[in-house]
């Protein structure tokens, strides 16, 4: 034995005791054994003793291990015994939440994700491809990549990841010729793209990157143009451009319409306990993902609990006076009846100065009125939804999982799913105290 292997038998270690208890542990069990083999046939009684000897070392056996591997834990880190404990069951916590899908793009799927990363680690998010604005817009049209922007956003949303890896895929460049404007994250998606050729193989790749919790997945690998029919006529191509068109939006399109979707994204819906249409744009954001051909019947095809999200205020130069009632009836019109069981509606109210600021932008709250939702075959699931330490009239990431997952929890599990089920309640109630 060398002198640093020595160290572990220094005083105040705790390893010693515990070293020689499984020496003893050892003895004895080995002790039971060979007296069991010399006294097979003798009388019942002796043949108990022994094995009683041998089963007692066992047991011994097994706790002396439990205590040195706990004294190894508390060398190495004394003041994280019960942070990697509790680690530990979190992890194992989340890898038996409930599979859940969600759809979107735009800012409101990663507000989404977010809360719902904290119940579960199986998780899918299907993202619109339509993106041809800004930063994404321009990897599209110069590189021939899909638009990387809405992607990264969920990334970073389900990542587990230090801050400055976070923040340095945030990082957008002020200056240089070429360079300004660009987001990181959307560069490094963009070269990885390329030099994979393959979108998802450059998302798996940036999933390690970030340790994220789930997977993200475009909606089509096919590239696609989002087109919008307008009340007065016109035809507006793209999707950055139908807000700035300030129409009445009639129905969107995809060009091509026989755009597929991925079979993961499938695979992701059928396996699905919890489906949830994301809140954000409802024409350029959500109905990207329901038009993709093969989407919405399997959605409608699923044996999950459906829930659509409904943003908290109308979005100008697209859903400019909708109800939530309308909401709906526009999914329908372009994606067919049968996608929603449950609509997640905000009843906090928003402070006068924050009304204002959206009334200085032609925006309002999306009016809701139960009687006339529940006639129409959904249940309404409202609470308090709006963030508290925000500006804006964003949705509360947590208060949005807490309340999808409590009514989901409310069904009657699967076989073999009560103790899951049971464990996601216990977590929930524990929140509200």
Same mark, same amino acid.
């Not at 990363?117 to 339509?130: P, R």
């Not at 994979?196 to 143009?225: C, K, M, N, Y």
């Not at 932008?361 to 939702?373: F, G, S």
């Given at each position: 034995?060398?002198?640093?292997a020595?160290?572990?038998?220094?005083?105040?270690?705790?390893?010693?005791?515990?070293?020689?208890?499984?020496? /003893?542990?050892?003895?004895?069990?080995?002790?039971?054994?060979?007296?069991?083999?010399?006294?097979?046939?003798?009388?019942?009684?002796r043949?108990?003793?022994?094995?009683?000897?041998?089963?007692?070392?066992?047991?011994?056996?097994?706790?002396?291990?439990?205590?040195?591997?706990?004294?190894v /834990?508390?060398?190495?880190?004394?003041?994280?015994?019960?942070? $990697?404990a509790?680690s530990y069951?979190?992890?194992?916590?989340?890898?038996?939440?409930?599979? $859940?899908?969600?759809?979107?793009?735009?800012?409101? =799927?990663p507000?989404?994700l977010?809360g719902?990363?904290?119940?579960?680690?199986?998780?899918?998010? $299907?993202?619109?491809?339509?993106?041809?604005?800004?930063?994404?817009?321009?990897?599209?049209?110069?590189?021939?990549?899909?638009?990387?922007?809405?992607?990264?956003n969920?990334l970073?949303?389900?990542? @587990?990841?230090?801050?400055?890896l976070?923040? =340095? %895929?945030?990082?957008? %460049?002020?200056?240089?010729?070429?360079?300004?404007?660009?987001? %990181?994250?959307?560069?490094?998606?963009a070269?990885?793209c390329t030099?994979?050729?393959?979108?998802?193989?450059?998302?798996?790749?940036?999933?390690?990157?970030?340790?994220?919790?789930?997977?993200?997945?475009?909606?089509?690998?096919?590239?696609?143009?989002?087109?919008?029919?307008?009340e007065?006529?016109?035809?507006?191509?793209?999707?950055?451009?139908?807000?700035?068109?300030r129409?009445?939006?009639?129905? /969107?399109?995809?060009?091509?319409?026989?755009?597929g979707?991925?079979?993961?994204a499938?695979?992701?819906?059928?396996?699905?306990?919890? $489906?949830?249409?994301?809140?954000?744009?409802?024409?350029?954001?959500?109905m990207?993902?329901?038009?993709?051909?093969?989407?919405?019947?399997?959605?409608?095809?699923?044996?999950?609990?459906? %829930?659509?999200?409904?943003?908290?205020?109308?979005?100008?130069?697209?859903?400019?006076?909708?109800?939530? *009632?309308?909401?709906?009836?526009?999914?329908?019109?372009?994606?067919g009846?049968?996608?929603?069981?449950?609509?997640?509606?905000?009843?906090? @109210?928003?402070?006068?100065?924050?009304?204002?600021?959206?009334?200085?932008?032609?925006?309002?709250? /999306?009016?809701?009125?139960?009687?006339?939702?529940a006639?129409?075959?959904?249940?309404?699931?409202?609470?308090?939804?709006? *963030?508290?330490?925000s500006?804006?009239?964003?949705?509360?990431?947590? *208060?949005?999982?807490?309340?999808?997952?409590?009514?989901?929890?409310?069904?009657?599990?699967?076989?073999?799913?009560?103790?899951?089920?049971?464990? =996601?309640?216990?977590?929930?109630?524990?929140?509200?105290?």
């Amino acid at each position: 034995m060398t002198g640093r292997a020595l160290r572990w038998l220094m005083p105040g270690l705790r390893f010693k005791r515990w070293l020689g208890l499984l020496i /003893v542990a050892v003895a004895l069990a080995a002790v039971g054994a060979v007296l069991l083999v010399h006294a097979w046939g003798v009388p019942h009684q002796r043949i108990s003793q022994d094995v009683a000897l041998m089963l007692v070392g066992l047991v011994v056996g097994i706790y002396a291990v439990r205590q040195l591997i706990m004294s190894v /834990v508390t060398a190495l880190v004394p003041s994280e015994q019960g942070e $990697i404990a509790e680690s530990y069951w979190r992890a194992r916590m989340l890898l038996r939440g409930p599979r $859940i899908v969600a759809l979107g793009g735009g800012t409101g =799927l990663p507000v989404l994700l977010r809360g719902l990363k904290q119940y579960s680690s199986n998780i899918t998010a $299907i993202v619109a491809v339509t993106d041809d604005g800004g930063s994404s817009g321009r990897l599209r049209g110069e590189l021939g990549v899909p638009p990387p922007g809405d992607l990264r956003n969920c990334l970073l949303a389900l990542a @587990e990841t230090e801050p400055l890896l976070e923040r =340095l %895929f945030q990082y957008r %460049f002020d200056t240089g010729e070429g360079l300004s404007g660009h987001a %990181f994250g959307n560069l490094f998606l963009a070269a990885m793209c390329t030099v994979t050729g393959d979108l998802q193989e450059a998302i798996r790749a940036s999933s390690r990157v970030l340790a994220v919790r789930g997977q993200v997945l475009p909606a089509t690998d096919d590239q696609v143009v989002l087109r919008a029919e307008l009340e007065d006529g016109r035809v507006i191509e793209g999707e950055s451009r139908i807000p700035e068109a300030r129409g009445v939006v009639r129905r /969107v399109l995809l060009a091509p319409e026989s755009a597929g979707p991925t079979r993961e994204a499938l695979q992701a819906i059928a396996e699905a306990d919890i $489906i949830v249409l994301a809140p954000g744009s409802l024409f350029t954001s959500l109905m990207p993902n329901l038009l993709v051909h093969g989407i919405a019947d399997a959605i409608r095809g699923s044996r999950a609990m459906r %829930f659509y999200v409904q943003n908290i205020m109308t979005q100008p130069g697209e859903t400019d006076g909708m109800s939530a *009632a309308q909401h709906l009836a526009a999914i329908n019109e372009h994606a067919g009846a049968g996608l929603v069981d449950c609509v997640v509606l905000n009843e906090t @109210e928003l402070d006068p100065e924050t009304a204002a600021r959206y009334r200085e932008r032609d925006a309002a709250v /999306v009016p809701w009125n139960q009687q006339e939702l529940a006639a129409a075959g959904y249940e309404v699931c409202a609470g308090p939804l709006l *963030a508290q330490d925000s500006r804006y009239a964003w949705h509360d990431p947590q *208060a949005v999982a807490r309340l999808i997952l409590q009514r989901w929890s409310r069904r009657r599990p699967e076989p073999g799913r009560l103790m899951d089920v049971l464990m =996601l309640r216990d977590q929930l109630r524990a929140e509200q105290r």
